[in-house]
């Protein structure tokens, strides 16, 4: 077809398509959301409030109500701003965009999440993953050698870190925020804060070259798409150039302003999911021949023997995880699982059993 090969870049050509597989009548385990509805009063409250509003108006391209709220509720420090993403993956776009000056690189360790790959190749940034090492913590060294030989524009540290769980030590990501320098900014990605031990948020006024990013996705809202991340009023500056104007719609931002007043329900949720974790980790570790990994995210990644082969009996019994087997060589024989309620860890967990006696 020499119609797409002269019109579409190499790069894209040789890329896929991000899968998304398809869940219907499955325990949906894949993809860190959260199993708790609103409850039926604050559903209703919500239906009434998105009623009115206005459709026909563009949204107000400042969004000074929503990131004011943002900035209260989840610990912006003083004098700090934030700007706005259609999930976070829209604000890593703008990143890349911004930071695509020839020749540049974006950093981050591997395994971790694809989006900063594939963005940063979409943006013509060259990619340079630094593997962890076998216990999935950073591999100081290699990271501070390859900051050192490429001088990225960006760093990515997912905190945690997806697919693996793993959480990384604070003293390390401050000192790679040091080796990074004036060369580039270090994105701290806390898309899983809900579940974590520590943030860097209050942090932000130590470091020029620090960006917190976050998302309500993991927290309860993913189908809403709202990321945001802050920075220095100089970094928010330049990035908000590249920020589609109408970027977060009015019935998104409509939503988020409501919910946010509504925390309580969301954090008790993630409360339930940190205690379903902590059951769920204990089970796991008592079934012989399973490894799980540590996790301070709201899934755990364990290793099975025959990755696929499990994957495939628990697809025969409904249940939808993420096979990573094949992801990074770190991975082998590994797969993601979604902490979910309890009902659904319990049918994760027979399922499985059931998959690992009929190997
Ligand atoms: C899920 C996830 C995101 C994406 O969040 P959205 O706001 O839903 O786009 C970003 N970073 C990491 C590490 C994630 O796991």
């Not at 860190?32 to 409850?39: K, Q, T, V």
């Not at 802050?230 to 009015?250: H, M, Q, T």
Request: aromatic share 8%; hydrophobic share 45%; net charge negative.
């Amino acid at each position: 077809m020499s119609l797409i090969s002269n019109i579409i870049r190499p790069e894209i050509c040789a890329q896929s398509t991000y899968h998304v597989p398809d869940a219907s009548g499955m325990v949906k385990l894949d993809a860190m959301e959260n199993p708790y509805l609103l409850p039926e009063s604050l559903q209703q409250e919500l239906g009434a409030h998105l009623s009115g509003v206005a459709l026909n108006r563009y949204p107000v391209p400042s969004y000074q109500a929503l990131k004011q709220k943002i900035c209260t509720r989840f610990g912006v420090p003083e004098g700090y701003d934030v700007i706005l993403g259609n999930g976070s993956d829209e604000l890593i776009t703008m990143l890349s965009v911004a930071c695509a000056r020839p020749g540049a690189t974006a950093l981050a360790p591997l395994p971790g999440f694809v989006m900063y790959g594939i963005s940063a190749q979409l943006a013509g940034l060259n990619f340079v993953g630094v593997p962890l090492q076998a216990d999935l913590s950073l591999d100081m060294p290699a990271m501070l050698a390859a900051i050192e030989q490429h001088r990225p524009a960006l760093v990515y540290l997912a905190y945690p870190n997806n697919p693996t769980g793993s959480w990384f030590d604070e003293a390390q990501i401050v000192q790679i925020i040091h080796a990074v320098g004036d060369y580039g900014v270090v994105v701290v990605d806390e898309a899983y804060q809900p579940f974590a031990p520590g943030s860097m948020m209050a942090r932000l006024p130590e470091f020029a070259n620090l960006i917190v990013m976050r998302t309500v996705s993991k927290l309860g809202m993913a189908g809403l798409r709202l990321g945001y991340m802050s920075a220095s009023a100089a970094l928010l500056n330049e990035f908000d150039k590249v920020r589609p104007p109408y970027n977060i719609n009015v019935l998104t931002a409509a939503a988020a302003e409501f919910l946010l007043d509504h925390l309580a329900v969301f954090d008790d949720q993630a409360a339930r999911i940190r205690g379903q974790r902590t059951e769920l980790m204990a089970k796991l570790q008592s079934i012989p021949g399973i490894h799980a990994f540590p996790s301070e995210a709201n899934f755990i990644l364990i290793r099975v023997p025959q990755a696929s082969q499990i994957f495939n009996k628990l697809l025969e019994q409904q249940i939808l995880v993420k096979n990573v087997g094949k992801m990074h060589a770190l991975l082998v024989d590994c797969l993601r699982i979604t902490v979910s309620t309890p009902e659904e860890n319990q049918l994760f967990l027979d399922a499985l059993k059931t998959a690992l006696l009929n190997q």
